[in-house]
């Protein structure tokens, strides 16, 4: 990486991903200004050395004031709850599709040098694993629908007006600062949040839905290198470790021996539209980005496990409003039984 400092613009700061990287940009000289409207988040979570803005990417005027003299731009804010896409399409494409054009276009305007988009591996919908890049997107619910269709536009308007782009697509990052109180994503966050309370873990269908899990510097390693590394304008690359495939029912027993609270799993109906397998392909990473994974799934596990343990328990926070409500919605939701 080049020392030159940049003042770079980051979205979502007061969230997991956010948060560590606007705070990591600093501590290497950059400026950052950053935008969370707090919808999901804590505020404790925004890094203090930054210039923080409370607001909305939908807010095009606001962005396109906040994008003068940007140099780069990280959009990693998003609504990235799959699972309740399904059931509140709306909320979610407006702060994942609109939200993106919204930010790409005020960068794109004022030519700033690169984009870097966190999209997220359930671009690949239900192909066969593990996922590599070169896969066509086959996105199964409104979540990953308006992640592809966010990509699209960013690669548009980027060829058009020459700007670089890279596609980040992590999969599952665990770790301190995740909002553990979110009852519609982040299982590792709620089985720990649940058992500290006393209650049973939840799983959706049979718990043997496989999945791999990063750990937060594992990630931010790759994040950080898009922001100038020569070679990579236009790619799109996975992050996060291939070696660890892991059940839900794992995640499951490695939180009860953690928390010391052994108690036997409620299984609820599958949700529909989860991928049965998802798990991706490390080694363009590995080629492009050096990834190495430096965090076990058990280490990282602990640490998120610290966190919450650190900060206390929290009751769940219901923050994102059913728009279908009917047979097929979870009744984990419905009856806010988490
Ligand atoms: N965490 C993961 O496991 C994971 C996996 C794959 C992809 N991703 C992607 O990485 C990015 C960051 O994820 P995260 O886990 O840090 O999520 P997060 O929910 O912790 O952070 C996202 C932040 O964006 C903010 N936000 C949402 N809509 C907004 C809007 N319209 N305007 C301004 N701010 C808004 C929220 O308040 C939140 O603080 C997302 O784009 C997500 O899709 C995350």
Known sequence: ?????????????????????????????????????????????????????????????????????????????????????????????????????????????????????????ARYGGQMTPFTEDMKPSPVDPYAISKVAAEEVLKNLCELNNIEYVIAVPHNII???????????????????????????????????????????????????MLDQKDLNKQIINIGPDEEFVTINKIAEICANLTGVNLKPIHKKDRPQEVKHATCSADKARTLLNYKTTVSLQDGIKKTFDYIKKRGTRPFDYNINIEIDNELTPSTWKNKEI
């Open 175 to 225: 770790g301190p600062r995740q909002k553990y109180d979110d009852p519609f994503r982040n299982v590792v966050s709620i089985m720990i949040n649940r058992m500290m309370q006393g209650k049973a873990p939840i799983i959706y269908g049979d718990g043997k839905q496989t999945r791999c899990f990063s750990y937060i510097d594992d990630c931010l390693s790759c994040l950080i290198p």
């Open 1 to 121: 990486m080049s020392s030159k400092s940049k003042t770079i613009f980051v979205t979502g700061v007061a969230g997991f991903l956010g948060s560590h990287l606007s705070e990591k940009l600093v501590n290497l000289g950059h400026k950052v200004i950053g935008i969370d409207n707090m919808l999901g988040g804590y505020e404790d979570n925004v890094p203090k050395n930054i210039e923080f803005h409370k607001g909305d990417c939908c807010d095009y005027e606001k962005i396109k004031s906040l994008m003068k003299g940007v140099d780069v731009v990280y959009h990693c804010a998003a609504t990235a709850h799959e699972g309740l896409s399904v059931f509140s399409p709306y909320e979610i494409t407006k702060n994942n599709y609109l939200a993106s054009v919204s930010i790409f276009s005020a960068a794109v305007n004022e030519k700033v040098e690169r984009i870097i988009f966190c999209s997220s591996m």
